[in-house]
């Protein structure tokens, strides 16, 4: 079972935040936050990861809270392409096996 | 930034026969690659971890002997689905090690078995 919960859907307007928020109340120490996409029928892609600081990278910023048990993932101006499957998923490095749950759709709407 | 690629991008096959999906990472070397199974509106579900020149582990449920895996070379693993019927037709989706922190994707294949 994924150790996240994600709500199944969101959407939001086009050049507008999109903030996307995480569960992860059973996270270990070691153990990273990190972020996957899926276009539809593609391979899913690397967005960003983080242990327990803010992180930003030229894609998004990842907020995590102080106690780990949450994370939000946020797109700063939403386009048509980000329209995808979004996964939060725990693990402690490159070589961990992930486990994807159901993910959040988000839909960016013109 | 990293590239994994996966050959064939699709492929119909009769029942019964084998198929061979190759995974390569382009532009750097990965140890360990992963491989996926993802049925049409379902999320991605591990089915095995390939080490580089030792024998792959595979998840609980997956049948070793008819998904067989080989990590021959750093940039290079393959999956050979043996026997093919119906049921295993699926989106097949592998990943390569490619740093300290990520997993890198190849952009998956998709098995028809007639």
């Known amino acids: 079972d994924a150790k996240t919960t994600q709500p199944p859907s969101m959407d939001c307007a086009e050049g507008r935040a999109a903030n996307l928020p995480c569960n992860h109340s059973?996270?270990?120490?070691?153990?990273?936050v990190y972020w996957y996409r899926q276009i539809h029928s593609q391979g899913p892609q690397y967005i960003i990861h983080?242990?327990?600081n803010n992180e930003t990278n030229e894609m998004a910023s990842l907020i995590i809270t102080e106690d780990r048990k949450s994370s939000t993932l946020i797109l700063p101006h939403a386009t048509l392409r980000d329209t995808a499957v979004y996964y939060c998923?725990?693990?402690?490095?490159?070589?961990?096996?992930?486990?994807f749950g159901k993910g959040i759709t988000l839909s960016v709407r013109p | 930034g990293a590239v994994v690629s996966q050959h064939p991008s699709w492929v119909i096959c009769k029942s019964g026969t084998s198929v061979k999906i190759e995974c390569r990472s382009l532009?750097?070397?990965?140890?360990?690659m992963f491989w996926y199974r993802q049925f049409p509106k379902q999320s991605l579900m591990l089915m095995a971890t390939?080490?580089?020149?030792?024998?792959?582990?595979?998840e609980q449920g997956v049948e070793k002997d008819k998904f067989l895996i080989n990590h021959a070379s750093l940039t290079l693993s393959t999956l050979t689905v043996t026997s093919a019927h119906p049921e295993d037709s699926s989106f097949y989706i592998c990943?390569?090690?490619?740093?300290?922190?990520?997993?890198?994707f190849g952009p998956g294949t998709r098995l028809t078995v007639t």
């Open positions: 390939s080490n580089e020149g030792s024998k792959a582990t595979y």
């Open positions: 983080g242990l327990k």
């Open positions: 059973t996270i270990s120490g070691n153990e990273y």
């Open positions: 990943s390569a090690v490619g740093g300290s922190y990520e997993q890198y």
């Open positions: 998923i725990v693990g402690t490095g490159a070589n961990s096996k992930l486990t």
């Open positions: 532009d750097f070397q990965a140890t360990t």
